[in-house]
């Protein structure tokens, strides 16, 4: 599983992994050293304001720790990083307390919704779970059919209407279906860019207002996906439809694709909203629940 994941990073790790090499040497820490540190996390996409919290914090810790030695310093800064990335609440994904648990979707156009929950259902499939889809993205052409590939491919059931109905009518036939099978996950997808003039943030409102008040408490999930890729657009990306609906969680994209994997640093400190779930690649088996331990140490590996 390491191995998978940490070739999905190679071009981020590519670009820290050096540097990080030349940077934890067996001398002493001078000011240059934070210089160097703000650069690299710079040049890999951690963005200026989480870079010098980080570089401020990374300097009281090594402070307090009475460390001089630059290679000392190493632990400190993995820590440093891991805080910043991890929730309050545990990661993975929130379990209702009676099945279904229902996610919603979310996000710009081709960042890589359809494919995520795709690569949801399959990691959920292989956990044991029964995983219901939900064709929510009624407005592109084709979009339908590419979730029932997927579907297909990974062997999960899909709820779907005729392409240009309404979202919120097809999630609401799903979620009773999904409740009547006793499934343990619906997942809706959702359109990333509306061709009629309706509004985006509107749509995804009615959606979410729909799912609850068909079942209490649902969507139990509503997921932002992200593209690494685009890197800090992402974070104008959330502060958008955090606007119309609270996010529970990030699964953040394409990090396979980027050498600037580094905004994952960042995405949490930015928008209070977790990273869940990253994806590394286009197959169904590319998508992992977010371990920034884990990430840290692929960094630094
Ligand atoms: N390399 C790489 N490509 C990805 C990843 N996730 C998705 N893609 C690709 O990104 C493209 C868009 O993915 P979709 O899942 O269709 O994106 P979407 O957000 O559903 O797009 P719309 O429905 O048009 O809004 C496809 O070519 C995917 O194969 C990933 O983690 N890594
Ligand atoms: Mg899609």
Redesign the pocket.
């Known amino acids: 599983m390491l191995e998978q994941f940490v070739k999905g990073l190679n071009k981020t790790r590519g670009a820290f992994k050096s540097r990080l090499e030349g940077l934890f040497t067996r001398s002493e820490i001078s000011p240059d050293f934070f210089e160097e540190l703000e650069e690299i996390l710079i040049s890999a996409d951690v963005g200026l304001g989480t870079t010098l919290e980080i570089i401020e914090l990374f300097r009281e810790r090594l402070k307090e720790e009475k460390i001089k030695l630059r290679d000392e310093a190493q632990d400190i800064l993995k820590a440093l990083l891991v805080e910043m990335m991890e929730g309050e609440a545990a990661s993975g994904l929130v379990s209702a307390p009676s099945p279904p648990t229902v996610c919603l979707v979310v996000?710009v156009?081709?960042?890589?919704?359809?494919?995520?929950i795709a690569k949801m259902a399959h990691l959920l499939k292989n956990e044991g779970r029964e995983v219901l889809l939900a064709a929510g993205?009624t407005f592109?052409a084709a979009?339908i059919e590419?979730l029932e590939e997927w579907a297909k491919t990974v062997g999960a059931d899909l709820v779907k209407h005729q392409a240009g109905g309404d979202p919120s009518a097809v999630m609401y036939d799903a979620l009773n279906a999904a409740v009547a099978r006793k499934v343990d996950y619906l997942i809706c997808d959702t359109?990333?860019?509306l061709h009629t003039k309706a509004n985006l943030l509107e749509e995804i409102k009615k959606n979410y207002r729909v799912l609850g008040r068909a079942l209490e408490g649902s969507p139990h999930e509503v997921l932002l996906?992200l593209d690494a890729t685009t890197g800090h657009n992402g974070i104008a990306q959330a502060r958008y439809f955090q606007e119309a609906v609270p996010i529970s969680g990030i699964i953040l994209?394409?990090?396979?694709?980027t050498a600037r994997g580094g905004v994952v640093i960042a995405v949490k400190q930015q928008t209070g909203i977790p990273v869940k779930m990253v994806?590394?690649?286009?197959k169904k088996e590319?998508l992992e629940y977010f371990d920034p331990h884990k990430f840290v140490e692929a960094l630094f590996l």
């Open positions: 996000g156009n081709g960042v890589g919704k359809t494919t995520a993205d592109r979009a590419q359109a990333g860019r996906v994209t394409k990090l396979d694709g994806g590394v690649g286009e590319d």
